[in-house]
């Protein structure tokens, strides 16, 4: 049974803090920063310890946009801040992999967060950095109280007086669904957070695959676009209208290529470099559909919750990342989008959000 956290549903830093300490009022199970548009993960999170008093806060994820030694000094210090902190580290975004009919206007939506793009730093090769990226800041973390430690590694070093803080007190945990990545989380970090538009099944697959061979515990998270409506019609529209919007990024239509074959794959494909983009969403199997983004109402939406056995901890996000970049895809538009953000947020917070 999973527990419900939250994650950016806000969209100022005065929201947030409000959202924080409801959060912790509704009895969420935790409260997670994130490195995206307008957030950066490392302030928020200190807010968040902030205005809350036991709530366990997250960070899914901090992107390596800051030098190994900055991530762990700024953890470090978060640390102190009550010993509730989760880090999560990620590879970041590639903007080679955004390759579809409507170009510029994708990369506006997506280009702030690519590696590259938004930040002038390498994302290739992914796994190799990650593994260097970690190995740099847990060393810092984890090295005996005041002791220097130092690694060279061909992507990064790292030379910093060890913290001496343990995996139980400070675990870190890794961003992704890729298989080699969640493999490599198996192997060294504390646990995985996968993201949007993650198949039900397939984080089930990555996660068995991660722990196979562990003997120690393994945090899991997803974060989990979610259409709301009272009218469940209405919410699974808005729901396929967002998997078709997404489906112009190459890593999604892997997914539906794993989950549906090569035929599947390729007619959406096709259908979206025509520009056909209501019969792509329509292609899209609603099976797939619904297990990439979590269809629900209001009063359903707990229990639903509840049933996300595949990971611990479900953080739901609002449908709109993806079919606001394609205008009218559906019927879907801005009013859909923020209507979906304010549904979650009352799920969410409920009765305990207030000015």
Same mark, same amino acid.
Request: proline share 6%; charged share 25%; net charge negative.
């Given at each position: 049974?999973?527990?419900?956290?939250?994650?950016?549903?806000?969209?100022?830093?005065?929201?947030?803090?409000?959202?924080?300490?409801?959060?912790?009022?509704?009895?969420?199970?935790?409260?997670?920063?994130?490195?995206?548009?307008?957030?950066?993960?490392?302030?928020?999170?200190?807010?968040?310890?902030?205005?809350?008093?036991?709530?366990?806060?997250?960070?899914?994820?901090?992107?390596?946009?800051?030098?190994?030694?900055?991530?762990?000094?700024?953890?470090?210090?978060?640390?102190?801040?009550?010993?509730?902190?989760?880090?999560?580290?990620?590879?970041?975004?590639?903007?080679?992999?955004?390759?579809?009919?409507?170009?510029?206007?994708?990369?506006?939506?997506?280009?702030?967060?690519?590696?590259?793009?938004?930040?002038?730093?390498?994302?290739?090769?992914?796994?190799?950095?990650?593994?260097?990226?970690?190995?740099?800041?847990?060393?810092?973390?984890?090295?005996?109280?005041?002791?220097?430690?130092?690694?060279?590694?061909?992507?990064?070093?790292?030379?910093?007086?060890?913290?001496?803080?343990?995996? +139980?007190?400070?675990?870190?945990?890794?961003?992704?669904?890729?298989?080699?990545?969640?493999?490599?989380?198996?192997?060294?970090?504390?646990?995985?957070?996968?993201?949007?538009?993650?198949? !039900?099944?397939?984080?089930?697959?990555?996660?068995?695959?991660?722990?196979?061979?562990?003997?120690?515990?393994?945090?899991?998270?997803?974060?989990?676009?979610?259409?709301?409506?009272? +009218?469940?019609?209405?919410?699974?529209?808005?729901?396929?209208?967002?998997?078709?919007?997404?489906?112009?990024?190459?890593?999604?239509?892997?997914?539906? !290529?794993?989950?549906?074959?090569?035929?599947?794959?390729?007619?959406?494909?096709?259908?979206?470099?025509?520009?056909?983009?209501?019969?792509?969403?329509?292609?899209?199997?609603?099976?797939?559909?619904?297990?990439?983004?979590?269809?629900?109402?209001?009063?359903?939406?707990?229990?639903?919750?509840?049933?996300?056995?595949?990971?611990?901890?479900?953080?739901?996000?609002?449908?709109?990342?993806?079919?606001?970049?394609?205008?009218?895809?559906?019927?879907?538009?801005?009013?859909?989008?923020?209507?979906?953000?304010?549904?979650?947020?009352?799920?969410?917070?409920?009765?305990?959000?207030?000015?």
């Amino acid at each position: 049974m999973a527990l419900l956290g939250t994650s950016i549903l806000a969209t100022s830093t005065h929201e947030w803090m409000r959202h924080c300490r409801a959060a912790e009022e509704a009895g969420l199970s935790s409260v997670w920063a994130a490195d995206a548009f307008g957030h950066d993960c490392f302030v928020d999170a200190a807010l968040a310890l902030q205005v809350t008093k036991e709530l366990p806060v997250g960070i899914a994820i901090a992107m390596p946009t800051r030098s190994p030694l900055q991530a762990a000094t700024a953890a470090a210090s978060l640390h102190e801040l009550g010993g509730r902190l989760t880090l999560g580290l990620g590879p970041g975004h590639s903007e080679e992999e955004i390759a579809n009919p409507i170009g510029e206007l994708m990369l506006r939506v997506v280009g702030p967060y690519t590696n590259r793009r938004a930040h002038g730093i390498p994302y290739y090769p992914p796994v190799e950095r990650q593994c260097e990226y970690h190995a740099c800041v847990a060393a810092a973390l984890r090295g005996p109280k005041g002791e220097l430690v130092e690694l060279r590694g061909e992507h990064w070093s790292i030379a910093a007086l060890g913290q001496g803080i343990s995996r +139980d007190e400070l675990p870190i945990v890794f961003g992704g669904l890729a298989p080699r990545m969640t493999r490599l989380a198996g192997e060294v970090a504390d646990g995985l957070v996968t993201h949007l538009l993650a198949p !039900r099944e397939l984080i089930a697959r990555r996660i068995a695959a991660a722990v196979a061979d562990r003997d120690r515990p393994f945090l899991t998270a997803a974060g989990v676009e979610c259409s709301l409506h009272a +009218d469940e019609r209405v919410a699974l529209r808005r729901a396929r209208a967002e998997v078709g919007a997404a489906m112009q990024v190459p890593h999604f239509v892997a997914r539906l !290529r794993e989950l549906h074959g090569d035929a599947a794959a390729e007619r959406v494909v096709e259908l979206i470099a025509a520009r056909r983009y209501d019969e792509a969403a329509e292609a899209v199997p609603e099976e797939l559909v619904r297990s990439m983004i979590l269809v629900s109402t209001p009063d359903r939406f707990r229990a639903d919750v509840e049933a996300y056995a595949e990971v611990e901890q479900v953080l739901p996000l609002p449908v709109g990342q993806f079919f606001l970049a394609v205008p009218g895809i559906l019927g879907t538009g801005p009013a859909d989008a923020a209507e979906s953000r304010e549904s979650i947020v009352r799920a969410c917070f409920g009765g305990a959000l207030r000015p």
